[in-house]
C-alpha cells in the first residue's frame, strides 16, 4: 500500500512537469497551429543559462527568474525572426523549422556547455517527508513542483480568460482575419503567445533538470511525454494539458514501479497510440467543426 | 466619406474587381448589388485591406488607406462586417462584442457603447454569457454588426448581412441598417445578393458584373430599370 502511495505521488510529481510542457505545446498549437518540437531545445537552453547564472552567483532563485525572463525572449525572438515568414505556408515547413532549431540548439549547447550532462541543483530538498516511520517519495521540491505548475495554469487562465490582452490572444487563435478586422495586432499576439508559451516551458526544465540531469538531449524523453500528454489531453484544451500530464505522470510512475522502467518509454508510446486510436482530438476537446 | 478610385485586385490570375470606382457621400446608404462572383466581396476585402490592391486608391475620411492593414484601417472609423460567420463561435457574446472597442482608448465609453448595442439589439443582452456558437444565423448577423459598432465607427461595411436568414428576419436587419443610418449619420456600404430588400433601404446603388461597375444610380432608379433588373438583379 505504502508503495502504491509513494508511486502515484511520484507520478503526480512528474505529471506535473509533463504537464507544463504539454500546456507550452498547447499554447502555441491553438495560436498558430503548429507542434513546437524546438520547445525541447529552448527550455535546456534556458536551464542550461540558469545552470550558468547559479554557478556564478551562488543564488538559485536569480537563476530561476533569469531562466523564465530568457525562455520569454527566445519565445518572441524564435516566432519573430523564424517563425513568422514560415507562417501562413504549409504546416509542415514550420514544423521543419521547429525541428532543424531544435537540432541547432542541441548542437550550440554541445559547443558552449559540452555534452557532458551535469547535474542542477533543486530549489527545495530532495529528500522524502517522513510520516511515521515512513520516508514518502514525495520531497519539498515534487510539493514545490506540483505548486509552480498549478500556479503557472491558474495564472494563464485567468490571463487569458480575464483580461484584454487574453481576449485579444484568443481572438487572434480562433479568427486571426476577424480578429485583424476589430483592430487586434494579430502579428504581436502570436509573439505574445510564443513568448508565454516559452516562458511555460521554461519552468518545465527548471522543475525537470534536478532529477534528469543537464545536458543537450538529456530533456527529449521530457518533450516527448509533454507531447502525449498534450496529445491525451487535447492540444486545444489548457485544462486538458494538466490532467493529460497527470494521467500520463501516474501511468508511467506505476510502470516504473510495477513493470519495470525500462519499459517507461514504451507505456508513453502505447499511451500515445492509444488515444490517437480512440479519441484522436484528445480526453478534453470537444469534437468540432472548423469552416473553411 | 468613402473615395475608391480605379481599384484593381486579383485571385491569383483572376482579376476580382476591375477598375472600379464608387464615391459613399457621409450619411449615406449605398448598395453593391450583383450575382454571385460580381466581386462585392472582394470589393469590401480590398477597401479593407484584406486582398491587397494591385492599382487604384482608396480614400476615407480625407486618409489614403489602400495600403494601409485591416488592423489600421479600422482604428480610422472604417468598420468591415465580414460575410458570414464574423463572430467568433469560441467566445461569449460578450466577448465578441468587447472585442470590437478594445482597440479603442476610450475607456469609459467602452461600457456605454456596450449598452447601446444591447439597447439595438435586445436579443443579444439576453444571450450575453452564452457562447456565439449557441447562436441562430440571426443572432450571429446581429452580434457582428453590434460588435463592429463597439468601435463607433463613421462608416460601416456591411457583407451580405441578410445570406441566409429568413426573410423576416432579412427585412428586420435591414430596417435596422436603415434606423442607424437616421439616427447616428453613420455611412454604410451594403453589400447584397436579395437586390430588392437591399434597394429598399438604400440611397444609392452599384450594379458590379465580372468585376466592373456596369451601373450606379439612385436606388430607386436602379429598382425601376427594368433591363438592368433582368439582366443583372433577377427581380
Known sequence: MSRFLDLTLNGVSAGMIYAAVALSLGMIWRATRIVNFAQGGMFMVTTFIASSVIASSGSYWLGFVVALVCGFVIGAIVERVLIRPVEGGPPLNAVIVTLGLLILLQALAGMIWGGTPRSFPPAFSIRGYVVGWHHLGFSPQDLFTVVAVLAVAALLWALFQHTEAGLRLRASAFAPMVARLQGVRVGRMLTLGWALAALVGSLAGLLVAPSVFLGPNNFDPILVFGFTAAVLGGLDSPPGAVVGGLILGLCLSYVAGYAGSALVTLASLVVLIAVLMVRPSGLFTRARVRRV | ?235
Not at chain 2, 485591406?49 to 489600421?72: K, Q, Y
Not at chain 2, 426573410?167 to 436579395?194: C, F, K, W
Not at chain 2, 444609392?204 to 432608379?221: E, F, K
Open chain 2, 1 to 235: 466619406m468613402l473615395e475608391v478610385d480605379g481599384l484593381v485586385s486579383a485571385y491569383g490570375p483572376v482579376r476580382a474587381v476591375d477598375h472600379v470606382t464608387l464615391e459613399a457621400p457621409a450619411g449615406s446608404v449605398t448598395a453593391v448589388l450583383g450575382a454571385n462572383g460580381a466581386g462585392k466581396s472582394s470589393l469590401l476585402r480590398t477597401i479593407t485591406g484584406m486582398l491587397p490592391a494591385r492599382a487604384g486608391r482608396v480614400r476615407f475620411d480625407g486618409t489614403n488607406i489602400t495600403r494601409l492593414a485591416p488592423e489600421e484601417i479600422v482604428r480610422l472609423g472604417l468598420a468591415h462586417v465580414p460575410e458570414g460567420s464574423g463572430a467568433i463561435a469560441e467566445l461569449t457574446v460578450e466577448e465578441n462584442l468587447r472585442l470590437g472597442g478594445l482597440w479603442r482608448r476610450e475607456r469609459d465609453d467602452r461600457g456605454k457603447a456596450l449598452g447601446e448595442v444591447y439597447d439595438l439589439f435586445p436579443r443579444l443582452g439576453e444571450r450575453r454569457r452564452s457562447a456565439a456558437s449557441s447562436l441562430s444565423g440571426g443572432e450571429r448577423q446581429m452580434l457582428s454588426i453590434g460588435r463592429a459598432l463597439m468601435g463607433r465607427p463613421k462608416m460601416l461595411l456591411l457583407d451580405e448581412p441578410s445570406l441566409g436568414l429568413a426573410p423576416v428576419l432579412a427585412t428586420q436587419i435591414m430596417r435596422r441598417i436603415r434606423s442607424l443610418r437616421d439616427d447616428t449619420g453613420l455611412t454604410v456600404l451594403l453589400v447584397e445578393q436579395n437586390a430588392k430588400s437591399a434597394l429598399a433601404i438604400a440611397d444609392r446603388g452599384i450594379v458590379l458584373n465580372l468585376g466592373r461597375v456596369v451601373a450606379s444610380d439612385d436606388a430607386r432608379q436602379l429598382a425601376a430599370d427594368e433591363q438592368l433588373r433582368a439582366a443583372y438583379l433577377g427581380f
